[in-house]
């Protein structure tokens, strides 16, 4: 046993008792992927950016991806007006290949914050998982659960089965209950779809667009809107006695 004589103790090292990176063989360094999930507009983009500016300030450097943007111009906007530029990704974008392409540039990735990652690949939430295994990169992923038949998006799906973290985003949408939003109900006519072209729901669930939008399988010009329900509500097709409500539901 060795003792340390007191020149040799730091009475200011609060951390001390964490073993030096060499003597901890059986715990290897490695990077965390959560993922942040919640319906529609209950504040993930906001999140994702706060996350972003912690890191940031710490001397970190991010890259920001998003997947489906729809705002032509690759970024994340939160309701509350900040906005980042961000990295669209495509279906078959490699994650991997572009964090090398930043190291290859001389640039440092700590960290990654993905937004709408319901709409990644499984093979893409493998290549997150793999590059917080192997280069410890810590991964921070937001997104949608539930797509409007209330089944798990592919992404959302391998991300709630790799991912070491999930959390559930502080919910600020009710349904017209009061109850916590958990789904995003499709609604064309007064009428809870409960079928169709999950594509629908991923043109129209960016959380800074209306919730009014029009059905691109419609071909009788009918509107399809979302509208977020708790699960009660959601099963029974229960809209609520104000429905439609003024300047969410417009019929044609
Ligand atoms: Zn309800």
Redesign the pocket.
Known sequence: MTVLGDSELDPTDALSSVPAAGSRRGTPAVGRLKFCYGPMDCGKSTLALQIDHNHARQGRQGLLLVRHDRSGSAQISSRIGITRGAVELAGDTDVRGLVREMWSRGQHVDYLIVDEAQFLSPAQVEQLAELADDVQVDVYCFGIATDFRSELFPGARRLFELADELQPVQVEV??????P?RFNARVRDGVVLRAGDTVVVADTVTSSTPLVEVSTEATDSTTVRYQV??????RRG?L?PSSPQEGQLRLT
Do not use: A, I, V
């Not at 009710?174 to 109850?179: K, M």
């Open positions: 009710l349904c017209w209950c009061g109850l939003g329900l708790c699960r009660l509500h959601y229960d609520g």
